[in-house]
């Protein structure tokens, strides 16, 4: 049997496999270091109208329905917070499972988060006095906005890759499995220097399961002849490189799937895309010893979350039902892993949406609420509100305009809580998050 040039490209471009140019020593095993630490990004994509996901139930409430008659949450409806450092506020009814974790300290709220050059006043706004972030209101530059730590540009790396290139050193085995993702092509993952994230489907399936190169003659035709094509000499150098690009891929992912072979799970994750997802996550951290590495970015993305004249509510309400059985499962397994302190995971998404109704649905904001689950938010600092809520008045301290809510706290300050956490010291801290020095520590943060 054999196998064209034409054919094998095809196959390669089915099975969307990510070169790793970086990677070396592939079959080398080593034991994954006792300080693990992994952050899990889940990606809100379409600006998540966290107006509706972090809600007052105290006085406050009042303005909250008159302002958006017709996307305001019944108030009988909204799950209360026991917070530690805050009053009056409760979660969206989808929330229950994230509502437990907050009231038992292992997840925290985030409140009117977004990009910010520097400390940000709606007077210094008004009279343009200050630098803006660059294309406030547009998806793909407010994710990138998110994603990247640089507001003042289009991006072209990311902090989670900037972090994996200080934490994991050059050379060391396994190392493009640093920055995984389960949820195609991201800036947040995209490294300074080397790293790109390693794209894995969240069915955990390769397009070349089938490949074996150790085949013996004449036992698997199709594995012969692709180890066959892999191994000519070609004169062109576009062939040659994509061959050996090809070959280095190919030994990544039979390193990656005898690693999740290795590894067990045993939480029961939901049969959803984002539960997927998370489950494969869950699955890759636990091969972490079989990888050898003590530092690892994974990303997790959910869309339809731009939601201007459709049904918002119900939209909504069928996401984050999603959203929380997936990371209550994720929860559940870290915690029987033994990992609940070693692994974060934390939400973002495009933008906020306007507080005022548009009618039908909301339009794009800036600031935002999030939560945030697992280590870096335990103990001192789990069960709190981090941040500062905004002031809900229409036109009041906090609103540059129709409800959009000028951040209180920056991805920044986030941010460098979470840098620090991975432990990364002043340096790594100044290249990861240029604009980081100008913000004082995040409001709650222990």
């Known amino acids: ?137 547009s998806h793909s530059d407010q994710q990138g906005a998110w994603q990247s730590g640089v507001v003042e540009a289009p991006p072209r790396n990311g902090w989670g890759g900037r972090l994996l290139e200080r934490a994991v050193a050059e050379g060391q085995a396994h190392r493009g499995y640093a920055a995984i993702s389960l949820s195609g092509g991201n800036i947040w993952e995209a490294g300074d220097k080397a790293l790109t994230p390693y794209r894995v489907s969240a069915a955990g399936r390769f397009g070349f399961d089938f490949y074996n190169p150790n085949v013996q003659a004449g036992s698997d035709p199709l594995s012969a002849a692709v180890a066959s094509t892999l191994a000519e000499a070609r004169s062109h150098p576009f062939e040659q490189t994509w061959l050996n690009m090809m070959s280095r891929s190919l030994e990544v992912q039979r390193t990656l799937a005898a690693a999740l072979n290795s590894s067990a799970v045993t939480t029961s994750f939901p049969d959803t895309e984002l539960g997927r997802q998370l489950g494969m996550t869950a699955k890759l951290i636990a091969a972490r010893t079989s990888l050898g590495l003590s530092r690892q970015c994974f990303f997790t993305s959910i869309g339809g979350f731009d939601t201007h004249g459709d049904d918002q509510l119900q939209r909504q309400n069928e996401n984050f039902l999603e959203i929380d059985a997936a990371v209550t499962a994720f929860n559940t397994a870290m915690t029987a892993m033994g990992l609940a302190d070693s692994v974060t995971l934390f939400s973002a998404s495009d933008f906020g949406r306007t507080f005022s109704s548009n009618g039908s649905g909301t339009d794009h904001a800036w600031g935002n609420h999030h939560f945030a689950v697992g280590g870096a938010v335990r103990g001192g600092n789990g069960g709190k509100l981090l941040g500062r809520m905004p002031d809900l008045t229409i036109d009041g301290p906090d609103d540059v305009g129709q409800g959009v809510w000028l951040p209180t706290t920056a991805t920044d300050q986030l941010g460098t809580e979470l840098a620090r956490w991975f432990g990364a010291d002043a340096t790594t801290l100044a290249a990861v998050w240029p604009h980081g020095s100008g913000f004082d520590r995040i409001a709650g943060w222990a």
Do not use: E
Not at 43 to 63: C, E
Not at 103 to 110: E, L, R
């Open 1 to 137: 049997m054999t196998i064209g040039r034409r054919h094998l490209l095809q196959l390669g471009a089915a099975a969307a496999l990510s070169p790793w140019p970086q990677m070396r020593v592939l079959a080398q095993t080593a034991q994954a270091a006792s300080d693990y630490r992994a952050l899990v990004c889940v990606f809100m994509f379409g600006g998540n109208d966290g107006n509706n996901l972090l809600v007052p139930t105290d006085t406050r409430y009042a303005t909250y329905q008159r302002t958006r008659p017709n996307l305001a949450l019944d108030s009988a409806s909204l799950l209360p917070l026991t917070l530690s450092n805050a009053t009056g506020l409760g979660l969206h009814p989808a929330f229950s499972g994230l509502r437990g974790l907050v009231n038992t300290g292992q997840a925290s709220v985030i409140a009117n988060i977004g990009p910010l050059l520097q400390p940000t006043s709606k007077a210094q706004y008004d009279a343009g006095s200050v630098p803006l972030p660059y294309n406030l209101f």
